[in-house]
């Protein structure tokens, strides 16, 4: 977590070497599925690498897109079925105010996570902050809800974006 592509905190530059998250992606999602016997098949993988080429969601109709530009014609429900078992195994997150896919850095966490959505250059960063899962527990227990998911999404701008209103933009 204290290597030098992340030194900004959870977002990572607009330069940083996008290889080492791919690479590290695709190292996690093979531990993930040895251990619990899933099989990540060539189509599984290819759309977590997609959805792993920027830390932009994606829509499974881009990651369609994409699949077809590579000259795979497959048909959506191919994909969404990828991107279900992607979802099973916590190697993604669906995040619905935007109907797109996230990759996960920490594959396997209890819980459904933050997401800061930058709206300026679309990235998004997902925090695992215990003490709004736990905020958020409280207050659906006191109305005598028992909580199932709980994704927050929060769009605004990030540090990057921030700093250099125009970096994004490209
Ligand atoms: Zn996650
Ligand atoms: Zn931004």
């Keep these: 977590m204290n290597s030098a592509h992340n030194e900004s905190g ?3 530059s607009h330069e940083h070497d996008h290889r080492h998250c791919v690479a590290s992606a695709l190292d996690d999602a093979k531990a993930v599925c040895s251990e619990r ?3 990540l098949t060539p189509v599984r993988r290819r759309v977590l690498e997609i959805i792993w080429q920027s830390h932009r969601p994606l ?3 881009a990651i369609l897109d994409v699949l077809s530009g590579e000259g795979h014609s497959p ?3 191919t ?3 990828a991107l279900e078992f ?3 195994h916590g190697l993604v997150h669906r995040l619905s105010s935007l109907n797109a896919f996230i990759g996960c850095a920490r594959p396997g966490h209890p819980g459904a996570g933050q997401f800061l959505l930058c709206i300026a250059c679309g990235t998004a960063a ?3 902050d215990a003490a709004i899962e736990r905020a958020i527990e409280r207050s659906a227990a006191a109305e005598g809800f028992t909580s199932q998911v709980h994704t927050v999404e929060i769009s605004g701008i ?3 974006c921030r700093e250099a209103p125009n970096a994004g933009a490209h």
């Design 75 to 77: 048909a959506p429900p």
């Design 79 to 81: 994909v969404y079925r």
């Design 126 to 128: 997902e925090l695992n």
């Design 86 to 88: 992607l979802l099973m």
């Design 158 to 160: 990030c540090p990057h």
């Design 59 to 61: 829509g499974a109709y």
């Design 10 to 12: 959870r977002f990572p």
């Design 37 to 39: 016997g899933a099989r």
